[in-house]
């Protein structure tokens, strides 16, 4: 049995012209790294949020999602409580935002465990040292005394992953977990969370935009257009053959992580802009942006999540449009 599982997930809001999630399907297992990678505004943060039965205010939501077999669409306070206490944690991408700026670290860091375990305040207290221990932090008994502005960015995100550690959870929700921080921090802060995960045998959900940051984390890699998942496959699977061409799209134009052997190849950009809530199409989401799209038939409904070699993908053209002789789609010269 999935850790994380997502059944034909729907979320739609009052007022918009699609669902924010439009039939999400998509499961982590115990020990299993996964990426749901897209471009902002595509339904990410609003998936890994509904693993922790934080719905949208006045959402229209069909579907499931379970989390180690508890259902959460529907479910009632305490079972909240007890998976989010016991069973699954989150990192949010703004750490700033997610501690009180008003209170010590070290009082972040407790109350989990002093209201919800019941631990005395000094039981608590060296628990949370040991977390920031974990993290990386040194001298973590004077970081407990400090206040969030005292702390950089990256201090601050280290301090984010030892709260979401309070729970001992089996599951971790990483959403965006370095997008605010520069790239050798990023590079620190991926590096914690690889160790942790590998230590605990930790399901993890990492949520990013950074499609060759999810390669170098990750085992299986969804991706998300407009809501809907267009493709999914493991890892090395989707980076030797993409089969989407919003997935070859969003591999042409990242930088890679490391430098080429020859001369860098140049990105080439996905044409216009990410539909928004207000947006519709009747066809393929994605068909106004593609090179590829046929009128008649990409315009017309829109396509099944299905399975194509190793992969599954949403596109009328699948067989034909990525196939391995069309390059221009990934770096030039690449």
């Not at 890994?48 to 934080?54: C, D, I, P, Q, T």
């Not at 959403?175 to 991926?190: G, N």
């Not at 993908?313 to 010269?333: F, I, Q, Y």
Request: hydrophobic residues 40%; charged residues 20%.
């Amino acid at each position: 049995m999935a850790l994380l599982e997502y059944e034909n997930l729907s979320i739609a809001l009052p007022g918009m012209a699609r669902p924010v999630l439009d039939g999400i399907d998509l499961t982590v297992s115990a020990g299993e790294v996964v990426a749901l990678v897209g471009e902002s505004g595509s339904g990410k943060s609003v998936t890994a949020r509904s693993a922790l039965g934080l719905f949208p205010a006045g959402a229209g939501i069909e579907g499931q999602v379970r989390v180690d077999g508890t259902e959460l669409v529907g479910a009632d306070a305490a079972k909240l409580r007890a998976i989010r206490t016991g069973t699954a944690s989150m990192i949010f991408q703004d750490p700033r935002a997610g501690i009180n700026p008003v209170r010590r670290i070290g009082d972040f860091l407790t109350e989990s465990l002093r209201v919800s375990n019941g631990w005395s305040k000094s039981r608590a207290t060296g628990r949370a040292a040991e977390l920031l221990g974990s993290v990386g932090l040194p001298d973590p008994e004077r970081h407990l005394r400090q206040y969030p502005h005292e702390l950089s960015g990256g201090m601050l995100q280290r301090v984010m992953i030892a709260g979401a550690l309070t729970a001992e959870p089996r599951l971790l929700l990483c959403d965006e977990p370095t997008t605010a921080l520069d790239v050798s921090t990023q590079a620190e802060i991926m590096a914690i969370l690889g160790r942790l995960q590998r230590e605990r045998d930790l399901g993890m959900l990492l949520i990013t935009h950074d499609i060759e940051l999810a390669a170098a984390a990750c085992d299986r890699i969804y991706v998300m257009y407009a809501g809907r998942i267009v493709e999914t496959a493991p890892t090395g699977r989707l980076f030797a053959t993409p089969r989407h061409p919003y997935t070859a799209g969003l591999l042409g134009s990242s930088p890679p992580l490391r430098a080429p052997d020859g001369p860098p190849a140049r990105l080439i950009p996905i044409p216009g802009s990410p539909m928004g809530l207000l947006d519709s199409a009747p066809g393929c989401a994605f068909a106004a942006r593609c090179r590829f799209a046929r009128p008649g038939v990409c315009d017309q409904s829109p396509p099944p999540l299905e399975r194509h070699g190793g992969a599954l993908v949403a596109c009328h053209l699948a067989d034909e449009s990525l196939t391995s002789a069309d390059k221009s789609l990934t770096r030039e010269g690449s």
